[in-house]
């Protein structure tokens, strides 16, 4: 076995669910593998509190999950970042997490 063989991580993205198909073909294109999308409710209830923060109401979020290689999830970070504004506020999150002993 080679020691050249790609890292995989653990690819995660959490947003609103609108964004959802742009999503998947974004990892598509990344040669995602494993994709699984989980449907869910966000935890701000839309009163006046969240108003006066500035907190978005918009309830529907969508998990995201799947394995991509490392070059990958560094890049596709880097694209929900500076192209889908995930560095503001009631956006998105998306994380990796490494995973060992795993080749694709």
Not at 36 to 57: C, D, H, I, K, W
Not at 69 to 81: G, H
């Amino acid at each position: 076995m080679s020691n050249t063989q790609a890292t995989v991580q653990h690819f995660v993205i959490i947003a609103e669910q609108k964004l959802k198909n742009k999503f998947l073909s974004l990892l598509s294109d990344y040669g995602a593998k494993g994709i699984q999308t989980v449907y869910g409710r966000g935890s701000m209830n839309p009163n006046a509190l969240a108003s006066a923060f500035g907190f978005e109401v918009e309830q529907k979020k969508v998990l995201i999950t799947c394995l991509v290689k490392s070059e990958q999830a560094k890049e596709l970070v880097n694209i929900l970042y500076n192209d889908y504004k995930f560095s503001e506020p009631n956006t998105g999150i998306a994380f990796s997490i490494p995973v060992e002993g795993l080749a694709f």
